[in-house]
């Protein structure tokens, strides 16, 4: 990585991803097409950092990740890897790692899938916020044609976003489903053509851009932690949240705003 990116500039450079900033959107490409975009543990260690990046750059309110060459998000772990991976090493975080880093960052973050999203890419994928697809993508859990089990969080993170039958379905057979099925169990919430699949992006970041600051990560924040706790604790906590954006400039800015017709200027305050 270069002293610019470490310094929160607009580009960085990476061995094996791309990091672009285009307005408020960080767009992370696994640039390893040759391979189906299969993540080695370099790929993983450039994400890793790609991310903190992008989590630490103000400027930036929203994090994709996609993969580069138009026949793949990401096929997978990388298997040269992996054949020789012990006991030691599979308790190590690797995938599941980034996919928690993803989820746990304040900002959104945005899964672009164009192609193959299966293993350890779609279990990338399931630790962001939102997954867009196009037609033309598949989706599936293929780990125990070879004799492992998936590793990178999805016997967690599949049945909490498709439901547990569905989960089931796709871990156990372990065949792939097309785009249109992925759309309608919720594991994408949007289809769009490939050569729409960036623009998209784009547009969705400027969207949650034009938000006061702590909304969509307070969302996020409440989202993630009601999946975890009671009812009742979860429904707390939120009026808390709400008491304390209810006290913020923005909170004033918006509302006043909205009464005026005009557009908000929200000031992250």
């Not at 959104?108 to 193959?116: E, N, Q, V």
């Not at 009601?226 to 209810?246: I, N, R």
Request: charged share 25%; proline share 5%.
């Amino acid at each position: 990585m270069t002293d610019q990116a470490a310094q929160g500039d607009t580009t960085a450079s990476f061995d094996n991803i791309v990091y672009e900033i285009n307005g408020p959107l960080a767009l992370i490409t696994i640039n390893r097409p040759e391979k189906h975009n299969a993540i080695s543990l370099g790929t993983l260690d450039d994400l890793l950092k790609a991310v903190d990046l992008a989590a630490y750059d103000d400027d930036v309110r929203v994090i994709a990740i996609t993969g580069a060459g138009g026949k793949a998000f990401a096929a997978g772990s990388d298997l040269s890897e992996v054949v020789d991976r012990d006991f030691k090493k599979a308790l190590e975080p690797i995938v599941q790692g980034l996919a928690d880093k993803l989820e746990r960052t304040p900002k959104p973050t945005i899964a672009a899938i164009d192609g193959i999203c299966m293993g350890g890419g779609l279990e990338v994928a399931l630790g962001c916020d939102l997954r867009v697809a196009t037609p033309q993508s598949r989706f599936a859990t293929p780990e125990g044609k070879l004799g492992i089990i998936p590793g990178g969080g999805a016997t967690a993170r599949l049945p909490r976003i498709v439901g547990r039958g569905w989960g089931m379905e796709m871990m156990l057979m372990g065949e792939p489903i097309d785009a249109d099925r992925a759309l309608q169990i919720g594991l994408v919430t949007r289809l769009v053509a490939s050569e729409d699949l960036i623009p998209e992006i784009q547009r969705m970041a400027g969207h949650l851009a034009s938000f006061a600051p702590f909304v969509p990560r307070t969302m996020k924040a409440m989202v993630h932690f009601g999946m975890e706790a009671s009812l009742a604790g979860a429904l707390m906590f939120e009026k808390y949240a709400q008491g304390a954006l209810v006290q913020t400039e923005d909170k004033a800015e918006g509302i006043s705003a909205f009464l005026e017709k005009r557009t908000p200027e929200f000031k992250g305050r």
